[in-house]
């Protein structure tokens, strides 16, 4: 069997590459997921969309996959419980606050509508807030967040329907390269011929990338989140805090989804969850949203971030194997950017350039500079 | 702060109960948490003898089998947490959540024993959701713990031991049964319970089924029909029944959440119940220090239950001591293989054998008694035809009348050269299966175990046959009150020739949608069209549709919602990926975690 | 009507028990100081403890906290399982109808 191009991973940016590539005419295309749709950190994460970033280029890729998210329904087919209620970011150190001013000017720059708030503006706005030693706080209306199972699935059926395969429960493992040149995939159903293969693998992704011989820089660490049981939905926006170590929003459904990150992870794949975590979040979040002491606490999960050395992903193609792309190390915030690399890497494929989003600044290339962290994450 | 203990025991049903009595006769410090008003698990709720040996409690009642055991185990020292659930087992510690606190408790312990029993499986049909709806083990909470029955006109679905026993003890309670459904061809429960609720009128009706719930803000009646041989509904044959409440009776399915919280490895073995964690001989599951007994090990009895506790609670005291406890070991291994090779116990035997646990069948007495004993002499009539895993009849007769042939699953003969008509048996017999009759000259007469409210001496009743139904008129000839174990022998004088058919009386004064995830409300149709478009995945059905998302966390739903994609598919249940199990087993409010920071003793 | 089971051949008489006082829907009503919410809501011949978001009557069905089909509003708080959380003198329950309300 043989396909132009070979994707390795089915969660949001696997599916979103495919659905692209089918949009520009490119139907030779598959799917390999080694579970099933959307199994990997998509199916754990916290559905955030948010624009608010510290870097100009970031602000513009985040704005970019936000018309789309706009219109998913439209184009895509599927509802999706897309909700722009905004993000209210919180600040609990002088330092990250003056930082927030100065992102909020270059965002402003960017044309995105973002407002300022004082500890006294948020309590007026939102009584359920406790304020308590908080600096300032920013608020972007257009951010948003949406479920991101639909979403997978949404890309995954409207590919499907313009004839590309997926194969879920079908794992690669092994990558063929002659010359310098990948020209197949071992799956645990077959070999399988391809010109282009597409690691979109997620928490695996320096596994895949061994396959070719080629070392990543990525590592996958743990996250951990949790929901509770429903309540009336009230509570439209997502809230973050960087300083303060948190997000929490409330699903359309009802319940919150809240999580917050360890620095004390070590890099690997864990799929368990420590009660510790529940502690750290329950006197943290009761002390700023008190209405949740009578709330409960329903299903406990974690999923895996792919970081990279600068918490920004990693796109486009490998500077030693011609035909292998990237778009993996998506440091936790991978669901938000889907659409916009979904259509960023399509692109390269089918044109050799991409037309819409410059992601040049994130390829492998950039670690040989030196580090630049993105600040704005959880 | 976290608490340390050398020996957990999750449960307090007989299984963990028997488990923590064997660690702690060795010295072993042990703790048991229940979530549960009253220690017991199952026994509580059960006002019915239990079967098995005397070892073992038979002709006890559970609820008395329960208070004896707490008795013993709180006597050894073991501590008891009630009303305490054991909210998840996590990567860094255990999680107990005290309800009636609203606080939690974080536990470290070096050996764990989860004894949790099961929960009852449900089946959808239409309009399901309807107060009056009840799973059969909320109907035995409600009218044997507190007391209160939430109907008076029952539909049983299910004809296995526990729609049988529950009907029974409706009838005790003063509710009307009107009648049992099975959609199977055969009462798959012992017939010795059948037996108890058919002579007291009580339809069984077999190849039938519930297809509707009527009523608009509660139950007013149901819809039942015919099965075909794929259990399916057969148009035409649909009757109506006036009843109130609808009580499922459909079977239990292992509580693993806690087990595979653990890592424990789990499998999918009908045999067993559904999902089970894979365990050795010992009761060990994958995971070193955890061990599990009971019907979470495989759906049985409280006898096999009890030991596989001793096994697993002498295997862990014996890990933590050091002593050489084998002799202990093999002698509750024997008694598991006694009581295991009967034919009700063919599927257990054939689960195990998938894990390379094996127990032998057979060697026990099958064929019944064909002497009837002398006519005119005052003797007993047994009518126990299966072989089940009793014998008290044996055990309590002083003059030895009876025996069951050696092993405990045989069949009962009298020897009616020494039966002298006393009526023992008949008190104990947890069946209620034992009779006596003598033919006089001018009447015969028949007595009858009972548990009811008792006539009065020579008061008049109508004879009621094998069946409920009515054979003719007799009298109260004499009543044998049984004030300790509550059943009494009630002589019944009757026309001559009935002394065959008569086995019960009774006075003259008396006589839309279908859904699957109930938190969601989401139906059948909808989850067989998700299916249809492509979800055919558990987890991915359960992300598309939010199916056990909800805050029952997937009791309710999972199996179900397994078996309808199993059927759409073709694909074998076992073969399926039964989705993950997520603490926490109950959710936690964050006041309650909040308390538990403050406060670390136990 | 009341459902308590009084005289039962096997368990026995009830035993006289403390009778307190609690609130559902404006009603007062009579419970045994050991009920559930649940069980004092049966014993007053109440079955129907809630709607849900579409509307539908709920009851309890498992009676052990395992399904959450008891829902109910206590003092105020939602989501509370009817079932398992014992009623209290004077405690004011509602019927919970879809999703419960935050309180702050
Ligand atoms: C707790 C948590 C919260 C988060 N919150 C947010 C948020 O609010 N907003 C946001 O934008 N992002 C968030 N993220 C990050 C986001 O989930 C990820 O960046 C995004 O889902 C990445 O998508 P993906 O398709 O690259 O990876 P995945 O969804 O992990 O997909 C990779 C897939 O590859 C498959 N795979 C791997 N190896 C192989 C192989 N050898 N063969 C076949 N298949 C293979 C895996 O099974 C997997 O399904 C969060 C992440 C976590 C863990
Ligand atoms: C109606 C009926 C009639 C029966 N009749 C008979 C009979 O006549 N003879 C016979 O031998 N057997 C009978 N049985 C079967 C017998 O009751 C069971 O096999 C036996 O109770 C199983 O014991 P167990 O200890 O494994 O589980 P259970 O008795 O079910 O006990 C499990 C315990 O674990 C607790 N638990 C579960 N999860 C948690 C958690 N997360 N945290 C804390 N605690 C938890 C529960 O509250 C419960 O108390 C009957 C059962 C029923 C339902
Ligand atoms: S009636 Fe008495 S003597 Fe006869 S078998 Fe029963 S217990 Fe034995
Ligand atoms: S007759 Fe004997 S074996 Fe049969 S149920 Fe009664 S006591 Fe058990
Ligand atoms: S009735 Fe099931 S949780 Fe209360």
């Known amino acids: 069997m043989k396909y132009k191009v070979c994707i390795i991973g089915g969660g949001i940016i696997g599916t979103a590459i495919a659905y692209f590539l089918g949009k520009l005419g490119e139907n030779s295309v598959a799917i390999f997921e080694k579970r099933y749709l959307s199994s990997g950190a998509t199916g754990r994460c916290g559905g955030g969309i948010r624009q608010q970033w510290s870097t100009k280029s970031n602000v513009r890729l985040a704005m970019r996959s936000v018309e789309f998210f706009k219109k998913f329904k439209e184009e895509v087919g599927m509802d999706i419980e897309y909700r722009q209620g905004g993000y209210l970011l919180l600040s609990y150190s002088e330092e990250e606050a003056r930082q927030f001013e100065k992102n909020v000017e270059m965002q402003r720059e960017e044309g995105l509508d973002v407002e300022i708030l004082s500890p006294r503006m948020v309590s007026k706005r939102y009584p359920y807030i406790n304020t308590d030693g908080l600096i300032l706080a920013t608020f972007c209306p257009t951010d948003g967040h949406a479920n991101p199972h639909k979403a997978t699935f949404g890309y995954a059926n409207a590919a499907k329907k313009m004839g590309i395969d997926i194969y879920t429960h079908t794992e690669v493992n092994g990558i063929e390269v002659k010359n310098g040149k990948i020209c197949g995939i071992h799956t645990s159903k077959g070999y399988f011929e391809c010109d282009i293969v597409v690691n979109a693998a997620g928490a695996w992704s320096k596994e895949v990338g061994m396959m070719a011989g080629v070392q990543l820089p990525t590592e996958s660490y743990r996250h951990q989140i949790f929901v509770t049981e429903p309540l009336e939905y009230f509570f439209p926006f997502m809230a973050i ?67 990279s050395p600068d918490a920004q992903p990693i796109l486009g193609k490998s500077d030693k194997i011609d035909n292998f ?29 991409t037309i819409h989003s410059d992601i040049s600044y994130l390829n492998t290339e950039r670690f040989k500079k030196g580090i630049v962290q993105e600040k704005n994450v959880v | 702060m976290v608490k340390k203990v050398q020996a957990l025991v999750i449960g307090a049903g007989p299984a963990g109960l028997c488990g923590s009595i064997a660690i702690a006769e060795n010295g072993v410090e042990v703790l048991v948490v229940d979530e549960g008003l009253v220690p017991g698990g199952q026994l509580p709720k059960q006002t019915h003898k239990f079967f098995g040996h005397e070892g073992f409690f038979a002709s006890v009642r559970g609820f008395e089998i329960g208070e004896k055991l707490y008795n013993d185990a709180v006597n050894l020292g073991v501590k008891f947490l009630m009303k305490t659930t054991v909210s998840g087992i996590y990567e860094d510690v255990i999680v107990l959540y005290d309800r009636e606190n609203e606080r939690i408790y974080e536990i470290n312990a070096d050996y764990v024993l989860i004894a949790t029993g099961a929960s009852e499986r449900f089946i959808s049909f239409k309009k399901n959701y309807l107060p009056g709806v009840y799973g059969a083990g909320a109907v035995q909470t409600l009218m044997n713990q507190y007391r209160v029955l939430p109907g008076n006109d029952f539909l049983i679905v299910g004809a296995g031991n526990i729609g049988l026993i529950v009907a029974y003890q409706l009838l005790q309670a003063g509710a009307n049964v009107k009648a049992i459904v099975e959609a199977s061809n055969k009462v798959g429960g012992y017939l010795v319970h059948a037996n108890k609720v058919k002579r007291m009128g009580v339809p069984i009706l077999l190849r039938h089924t519930i297809v509707e719930a009527i009523g608009e803000e509660r139950v007013r009646g149901a819809v039942i029909s015919e099965v075909d041989d794929s259990f399916n509904p057969i148009k035409g044959t649909e009757k109506e029944l006036a009843v109130d409440t609808i009580c499922l009776a459909v079977g239990l399915q292992p509580s693993i959440e806690l087990a595979a919280q653990a890592g424990a490895e789990i499998k999918y073995i009908p045999e067993l119940g559904g999902y089970v964690p894979i365990r050795d001989e010992n009761m060990k599951t994958t995971v070193d220090n955890v061990y599990i007994a009971g019907d979470l090990a495989s759906i049985e009895e409280a006898s096999t239950a009890m030991i596989e506790g001793y096994i697993a609670g002498y295997n862990i005291a014996q890990k933590i001591t050091g002593l050489d406890l084998s002799e202990n070991i093999s002698k509750m291994k024997k008694e598991l293989e006694e009581f295991r090779r009967g034919p009700f116990s063919g599927k257990v035997r054939k689960g195990l054998k998938k894990f390379g646990v094996e127990f032998p069948e057979g060697g026990f007495r099958t064929e ?33 009348a ?19 008509g006393c009526g023992v048996c008949v008190m104990k017999c947890p069946g209620l299966a034992i009779f006596l009759v003598q033919e006089l000259s001018d009447y015969s007469i028949v007595g009858i175990p009972y548990e009811f409210e008792l006539p009065e001496k020579g008061e008049k009743v109508l004879l009621l046959d094998r069946n409920g139904e009515i054979v003719g008129e007799g009298e109260i000839e004499k009543i044998v009150r049984n004030s300790k174990g509550k059943t009494h022998i009630v002589y019944l004088k009757v026309p001559k020739g009935l002394e065959d058919n008569v086995r019960h009386f009774v006075r003259h004064e008396e006589k839309e949608e279908e859904i699957v995830c109930r938190c969601e409300e989401i139906t059948r149709s909808e989850i067989e069209k998700a299916i249809e478009e492509g979800y055919t ?4 059905l359960r992300r598309y549709l939010r199916i056990s998302m909800g805050p029952c966390g997937g009791r309710v739903c999972r199996l179900q919602t397994l078996s309808i994609i199993s059927l759409k598919t073709g694909i074998p249940i076992s073969e399926l990926e039964s989705g993950r199990f997520r603490p926490p087993s109950i959710p936690i409010p964050f006041k309650a975690i909040l308390k538990g920071d403050e406060k670390d003793e136990i | 009507m009341s459902r308590r089971v009084v005289a039962h051949p096997i368990l026995g008489d009830l035993i006289e028990e403390e009778v307190i006082e609690f609130e559902f829907e404006g009603l007062k009503l009579k419970a045994l100081k050991s009920d559930t919410i649940a069980s004092a809501l049966i014993s007053n011949g109440i079955d129907i403890f809630g709607f849900s978001e579409s509307g539908k009557p709920k009851g309890f069905f498992c009676a052990i906290g395992k399904c959450s089909s008891c829902l109910v509003v206590v003092d105020g708080v939602p989501n509370v399982r009817a079932c398992i959380t014992p009623v209290r003198d004077g405690m004011r329950v509602e019927r919970q109808k879809g999703k419960g309300k935050p309180v702050w």
């Open chain 1, 325 to 353: 792309y990237y778009a993996i190390g998506f440091s936790g915030h991978g669901f938000m950017l889907a659409p916009a690399v979904g259509e960023a890497i399509a692109e390269l494929i089918v044109f050799g350039k």
């Open chain 2, 537 to 540: 995945d558990f987890e991915e």
């Open chain 2, 368 to 400: 019944p008694q064909k002497d009837e004993g002398p006519a005119g002499k005052l003797r007993v009539k047994i009518e126990c035809p299966q072989n089940i895993p009793c014998n008290p009849c044996e055990t309590s007769c002083p003059t030895g």
């Open chain 2, 402 to 420: 009876i025996d069951v042939g050696g092993n405990i699953n045989g069949l009962p003969y009298v020897d009616y050269d020494k039966c002298i």
């Open chain 1, 241 to 307: 805090s960087f300083s303060g170590n948190f997000y929490m929003r409330q699903a359309l459904h009802g319940q919150f989804i809240m999580g917050q990150g360890d620095k004390d992870e070590k890099p690997g794949i864990n799929e368990n969850v420590t009660f510790r975590f529940e502690k750290e979040m329950a006197r943290k979040m009761t002390k700023i949203f008190p209405f949740l002491e009578n709330v409960r606490i329903l299903r406990h999960w974690s999923g895996e971030y792919n970081m």
